[in-house]
C-alpha cells in the first residue's frame, strides 16, 4: 500500500489531513526573535539548487506528513504570529497544500485545533506539535496504517520517555491498546509517553462536543492545573482521558528505537540544534 492511498480517501474512509497547533506564546523561552515554529533546526538541501538551506522545526513535522502522503495541513495560529504564514505561504516548498485558521487566544491545544472544526470535522486528522522533533520518518504511514486495521478512534505514536514528570504517558496492552493515559506523575512504572496521533471524526465530534459540556467549563480550574500541563494550559491528554472514559476506541504505535525531543525549553532547544546541525 502507498503512502498516498493511506492519506487518501479509500474503503469508505475519509481522507487524512494535518492538524498543527501553533497558537502558543513559547513562555519558556521569551524573548524569542520569531515564532519557534520558525526556529531553525537543522539544514536541508534545495531540490533545484542543491544548496543547503536552514530547515525549521515546524518542517520536519511537514515532512512526516508528506511522507505518509498527506496532501493538505491546516495551521492555526495566533494573532500577530504572521510570520508563519509569510514564511510557508501556500505550502509549495514543503510539497503540499497549506491554509491557516487565525484565532486570537487559545486555553490551550485542544481548543486551538478546536477552531478549524468547521473545516476539517468530516477528515481523519494527523496530529503532531510543530516543536517535537521526532522519527521515525515513515511515523504517520504506520498510524494510518493501524487506524485502518483497528478502525480505532485514536492512534497515539508513543516514544520511549526518561522523565515522565513532563510528559503524558500511556499504558497500553500489547496489541497496543490504550488502558490509561498518565499526565506527568511523579513516579511510574510507565515508559512510553505519547507525542502525535492520528485520529477520526469521531473523536474531533468529541473534543467539539467536550470543550462546551457544562462539566468541562465547571472544571476547568481542576483541568487547567500546572500538574497537567507546566503553563496552565487545558492539555490534550486531558480530552484523551475523558474519550477513554467515554469508551472511545484509543489504540497506540510504539517507537523504541526513535529519539522525540520538545524543544519548548531553551536547553531542549539547544540540544536539538547540536543534534541536527549535520543534517
Not at 34 to 56: A, H, I, M, N, Q
Not at 58 to 78: E, H, N, P, S
Not at 81 to 93: L, S, V
Not at 200 to 205: D, G, I, N, V
Request: glycine share 8%.
Amino acid at each position: 500500500m502507498t503512502a498516498s492511498s493511506l492519506a487518501g480517501s479509500h474503503n469508505g474512509l475519509p481522507e487524512v489531513v494535518g492538524l498543527v497547533p501553533a497558537a502558543g506564546l513559547a513562555k519558556r523561552l521569551q524573548p524569542f526573535p520569531c515564532s519557534k515554529e520558525l526556529f531553525p533546526v537543522g539544514f536541508s538541501r534545495d531540490e533545484r539548487s542543491g544548496t543547503p538551506r536552514p530547515k525549521v522545526a515546524a518542517q520536519y513535522l511537514l515532512d512526516k506528513f508528506r511522507a505518509a502522503g498527506i496532501a493538505k495541513t491546516y495551521f492555526v495560529i495566533r494573532e500577530g504570529k504572521w510570520d508563519i504564514p509569510n514564511y510557508f505561504r501556500e505550502g509549495e516548498a514543503v510539497g503540499m497544500s497549506l491554509a491557516y485558521v487565525v484565532i486570537p487566544g487559545s486555553l490551550g491545544p485542544p481548543d486551538t485545533i478546536d477552531r478549524a472544526y468547521p473545516f476539517v470535522a468530516q477528515y481523519r486528522i494527523a496530529f503532531g506539535f510543530p516543536d517535537i522533533l521526532f522519527g521515525p520518518s515513515d511515523a504517520y504511514s504506520l498510524l494510518i496504517g493501524k487506524q485502518e486495521h483497528t478502525r480505532a478512534d485514536v492512534v497515539l505514536g508513543l516514544h520511549p520517555v526518561e522523565d515522565p514528570r513532563s510528559w503524558d504517558m500511556v499504558d497500553a496492552e500489547e496489541d497496543g491498546l490504550v488502558r490509561a493515559i498518565v499526565m506527568k506523575p511523579a513516579a511510574t512504572t510507565l515508559t512510553y509517553g505519547w507525542d502525535f496521533a492520528v485520529w477520526t471524526p469521531l473523536f474531533s465530534e468529541f473534543l467539539h462536543r467536550y470543550l462546551r459540556a457544562e462539566d468541562t467549563r465547571r472544571d476547568l480550574g481542576r483541568l487547567t492545573s500546572k500538574a497537567n500541563d507546566p503553563g496552565g494550559d487545558l492539555a490534550v491528554g486531558v480530552v484523551l482521558q475523558a474519550a477513554l472514559k467515554a469508551g472511545l476506541s484509543i489504540q497506540s504505535v510504539k517507537f523504541p528505537d526513535a529519539a522525540h525531543l520538545d524543544i519548548g525549553t531553551p536547553e531542549n532547544l539547544a540540544k536539538a540544534v547540536r543534534l541536527y546541525q549535520s543534517e
